[in-house]
């Protein structure tokens, strides 16, 4: 038994274990987010990596931080844990998140000391309980790609800029389903406010990168979102 480690108005967090910032060797801190509309406390800069991986998710509606705690047993010892996250996507479907950096998950063997944890959370109504480390939360391009998605996307919207990449995507998807960052930049005539405008559509799920994995430079192909195109 064991958990796979994964590569897959403002206002104050309401965690149920609560950050402590003055530890030292700790980066602790908060954050905002776009998706809770909400301060998101971290209690490592890996966590802060991991909340913006969830921030450009598409499919994640809502997360929190340190959510109530969960009773479980390896058949030896009974725990009570605070795992670090519960993260909802779309579908309705909702489970545990705990990010730990590899090190630590080799030396005290947590991947399968969490199959114990993981099967009682399933129990308890959750999906699934997810591993992260920083060889999953750190792979590049991943990482850089959320970071952009999440620095791109503000409250501040320009519709002249937004209504000259709607028109170029409305003439290109008469032929295709999908097209290059230097094709979308070159049809919108926008110049140097082309990127940012793309990066922006890719965050509110408009425009969605074909590979996941690929940099979001000028080769990376972006699929016309359909229906939200327009939103």
């Known amino acids: 038994m064991s958990v796979q480690t994964r590569a897959m108005h403002i206002g104050r967090s309401d965690a149920s274990r609560k950050v402590?910032?003055?530890r030292s060797g700790h980066f602790t801190g908060f954050v905002p987010s776009r998706k809770n509309k909400d301060m998101v406390q971290?209690?490592?800069?890996?966590?802060r990596d991991y909340i913006q991986l969830l921030e450009?998710?598409?499919d994640v509606l809502k997360y929190s931080e340190q959510p109530k705690a969960l009773r479980w047993s390896d058949g030896v010892q009974n725990y009570k844990t605070t795992f670090d996250f519960v993260v909802t996507r779309r579908d309705g479907t909702k489970y545990l998140v705990e990010v730990k950096p590899l090190a630590?998950?080799?030396k005290y063997k947590l991947n399968e000391l969490y199959g114990y944890a993981r099967a009682a959370a399933i129990a308890k109504g959750y999906s699934d309980l997810e591993l992260w480390t920083d060889r999953e939360i750190r792979a590049m391009p991943r990482l850089g790609n959320?970071?952009?998605i999440v620095s791109s996307e503000t409250g501040f919207r320009e519709q002249a800029f937004e209504l000259a990449l709607f028109t170029a995507i409305a003439s290109m998807r008469r032929h295709a389903d999908r097209a290059t960052i230097r094709e979308l930049r070159a049809a919108s005539k926008l110049g140097t406010a082309a990127y940012w405008q793309i990066i922006?559509?890719?965050a509110r799920g408009q425009l969605i990168?074909?590979?996941a994995t690929a940099p979001l430079d000028d080769r990376a192909i972006l699929m016309f979102g359909g229906e939200r195109i327009c939103a």
């Open 104 to 106: 630590k998950v080799i």
């Open 20 to 22: 402590v910032t003055y």
């Open 200 to 202: 922006r559509m890719v």
């Open 146 to 148: 959320a970071e952009l």
């Open 42 to 47: 971290y209690e490592s800069i890996l966590e």
């Open 209 to 211: 990168p074909a590979d």
């Open 56 to 58: 450009s998710d598409p």
